[in-house]
């Protein structure tokens, strides 16, 4: 469990999360406004640009051409206001390539309004996902996902996966003979000619489960919460207020730290990050949601700070 600032920030990892921001409402002398990239090999999901990104991401070493999805949760301010200036920077730096960007099926004229609430010349392809409950895409590196929450506002959460594959086994390779290119081979069409009888993939490899991503805003409990997080890796969720405010959360549509570490610990997370911090915190606070969220949650534990990288967690 850690409250630190200098969790994962030497980690290199082709998995990562760069904590931009971690204030909620408003920002503070500590803490900008939201935003998060995840970075998944090749692929770049930027959550919940709020005002300031841009600035972060020069700050983060963050470059745009790496962003190639785009994920709002809601429209609450903290949440998009950082959209327009990060749509501008792709046209900007000419980045060539597709921007899916999704968002709340309900708010699609908000979404128009904050895309062009600037004169530029738009020269990133972007695609508009307008998201419900359902799967957004699936293709070789994940599957995304997203459910409603249960907000004052159309809000969504989302879910990676990678598909589940398989893992050889080096020793049972060798000791069967099979090395070089027929490994390759074995594994593109599932069995291999090999000491007079036909091997299977299934006798050199072992399953392995794909990693999961979850990423969790604005919201009370609710069912669509713990099904996001279901086995996730890596679980990134609100944590707006300490227990004190329990009833303020409860009354704006937000989590405490404790109910962000009961959905995790409901949902068997491995790693649970707290971010979305009310300015009524201090920074010196981060031990208190840290230790109300261990209270509850087992699991290793990480409070957010801007500028943060946080490795996914290897597999099992």
Request: charged residues 20%; hydrophobic residues 40%.
């Amino acid at each position: 469990m850690s409250a630190g600032r200098g969790v994962g920030s030497d980690a290199v990892s082709d998995r990562e999360l760069v904590v931009l921001g971690t204030a909620s409402q408003t920002p503070t002398r500590s803490r900008n406004q939201n935003g998060y990239l995840l970075r998944w090999d090749s692929e770049g999901l930027l959550f919940d640009p709020g005002e300031g990104t841009q600035r972060q991401m020069l700050s983060a070493g963050v470059r745009a051409s790496g962003i190639t999805w785009i994920c709002l949760t809601h429209f609450h301010g903290d949440h998009c206001l950082g959209l327009p200036g990060v749509l501008q920077r792709l046209s900007l730096d000419r980045i060539p390539h597709v921007v899916n960007v999704c968002y709340p099926a309900e708010s699609g004229a908000t979404f128009r309004r904050l895309r062009h609430a600037a004169l530029f010349h738009e020269v990133t392809p972007l695609r508009e996902r307008p998201v419900g409950d359902g799967t957004i895409a699936e293709a070789p590196p994940f599957r995304l996902e997203a459910r409603r929450l249960s907000h004052s506002v159309p809000a969504v959460g989302y879910r990676l996966a990678e598909p589940d594959g398989r893992r050889m086994l080096p020793a049972r390779l060798a000791s069967l003979g099979i090395t070089g290119p027929d490994i390759g081979r074995l594994q593109q069409q599932g069995w291999l000619p090999a000491q007079g009888r036909r091997i299977t993939l299934e006798e050199v490899s072992e399953p392995r489960r794909g990693q999961r991503f979850a990423f969790i805003m604005d919201t009370r409990l609710c069912d669509a919460a713990f099904a996001l997080a279901e086995g996730a890796d890596m679980l990134v969720c609100e944590s707006t207020f300490l227990q004190d405010d329990a009833p303020l959360a409860a009354e704006y549509g937000h989590l405490t730290a404790a109910g962000a570490a009961r959905i995790a610990a409901e949902s068997q997370v491995r790693l649970l990050v707290l971010t979305h911090f009310s300015q009524r915190y201090a920074g010196s606070d981060s031990q208190r949601f840290a230790d109300q969220a261990a209270a509850v949650f087992s699991g290793q534990l990480i409070v957010a700070h801007d500028l943060s990288r946080i490795p996914v967690p290897h597999r099992q």
